[in-house]
């Protein structure tokens, strides 16, 4: 496991565990309060994601 977001987000920048590799030009993180009680966790990020670097974009 991980300590912080920080080493979470560190270790999936290279990742090719999937397909979504295959065709993508950013990692999609997310945003927002790290420390909130409530996390909202969508399906894997499309186009638009990619390409604003952001969840649930629009």
């Given at each position: 496991?991980?300590?912080?977001?920080?080493?979470?987000?560190?270790s999936i920048?290279?990742?090719?565990k999937?397909?979504l590799?295959?065709g993508r030009t950013?990692?999609?993180?997310?945003?927002?309060?790290?420390?909130?009680r409530l996390m909202?966790?969508?399906e894997?990020?499309?186009?638009?994601?990619?390409?604003?670097?952001?969840?649930?974009?629009?």
């Amino acid at each position: 496991m991980y300590d912080n977001w920080e080493e979470l987000e560190e270790s999936i920048k290279g990742c090719n565990k999937c397909k979504l590799c295959n065709g993508r030009t950013n990692i999609v993180f997310g945003t927002g309060n790290k420390n909130a009680r409530l996390m909202f966790i969508g399906e894997g990020p499309g186009a638009d994601e990619d390409r604003l670097r952001g969840a649930f974009c629009r």
